[in-house]
Each structure stands twice: as C-alpha cells, then as structure tokens.
C-alpha cells in the first residue's frame, strides 16, 4: 500500500458517484462534475487529496479552501472558516480507521508544509447524508481535531496547524499500514 496525490487515475470509484462537495446537492453527472473539478483544482489550487493505492485505489481523501467546495454550505453545522483547509470527503472500501488516520496524517502534513494556519473537517455521527464521504467522527477526535460547531449529525471540527501534538511518524505510518493490508 502507498500514498499518492490524488490524480484523476487513482481516486476511489465512490469518490466519483458524488460531486456534492464540489457543486452541491443538485447534479445531474456527479462523474464528470468530480472530473472536471479535480482538473480545475489541481491546476489552480494543487494538490487537493491523497488516494491510498495498491492494485487499485483503496482510498482517497479530498481537501481544498471552502470557497472550492460549495456543497460545505449546505452543511447543517456549517460553513467552514475562510481561514482554514477544508477536509471534504474521505472514501474507502470499508471504513478502516488505521487507513483513514494516515490519510488524514497525510494531508495535515501536506498543509503544515504548505502554512495552512487550520484545517477543518465535517464529522459524521449518524444520520441520512447518504454517501457524501462523511469522515466518522472518531477519525477527527482520534486526529487530534476539536470541536468546533456541534450537531446532532455532523458536527464540525478543527485543527490549528501545526498540530500541537505533532504528526505520525514515518515508522507508525508504517506500521498502520502494514496493519490495514494485512
């Protein structure tokens, strides 16, 4: 398993039945609108996410600023700070917490990297959001983020970069993804 920027070759395929962060709830091709956005966003913005890769892609996770992601104002607990990173959407398989900590420990390296002051994140408890990429709650919590704005569905949360409690290292990213192949 690796880590790789996300590219149009490498996104999870459940990543692409949605486009509800990129242009909101109202698409007719979600496909073709997450498309297009990746493009658009790579070419402006840069990297915007990180896929999970071995034979095929077992994850990816998509971030960007709030004014690239539409769809984070339809949130209940939104919108997101124009301050921070949005994390919008987390797609795996099935939901493999150790895999979803790095990719989430990836992109806050990447925006510490970048001088992001914060990021934030929608977090999931349960409800009927239907298969938006809803990071679960207890990956957020378990990263470290705070809440920021409760909600009986999905609260939001957020992370002042660099993160005072640091990132994974190189050996425990190692190790959690040794665990989430085998």
Same mark, same amino acid.
């Not at 109202?26 to 990746?38: R, T």
């Not at 929608?122 to 349960?126: A, N």
């Given at each position: 398993m690796r880590i790789e920027p996300v590219t149009l070759q490498n996104v999870h395929p459940a990543c692409l039945r949605t486009a509800f962060w990129e242009a909101g709830s109202?698409?007719?091709?979600?496909? @073709?609108?997450?498309?297009?956005?990746?493009s658009s966003t790579l070419m402006t913005y840069g990297l915007c996410g990180f896929s999970a890769v071995a034979d095929s892609p077992a994850a990816t996770i998509l971030f960007a600023a709030?004014?690239?992601l539409p769809g984070a104002g339809? @949130?209940?607990s939104g919108p997101a700070s124009p301050d921070a990173t949005l994390i919008s959407s987390l797609f795996t398989g099935a939901m493999d917490s150790s895999l979803s900590a790095v990719l989430v420990d990836a992109v806050l390296g990447h925006l510490v990297a970048r001088d992001i002051p914060a990021v934030e994140a929608?977090?999931?408890?349960?409800g009927t959001f239907g298969p938006i990429g809803l990071i679960p709650e207890n990956v957020l919590v378990k990263a470290g983020f705070s809440l920021l704005v409760d909600h009986d569905e999905v609260p939001r949360y957020r992370m002042e970069l660099p993160p005072v409690d640091g990132l994974l290292a190189a050996a425990e990213v190692e190790e959690l993804l040794s665990v989430s192949v085998g």
């Open positions: 109202d698409v007719a091709d979600p496909a @073709m609108e997450k498309e297009l956005w990746l709030p004014s690239l339809e @949130m209940p929608f977090g999931w408890r349960s």
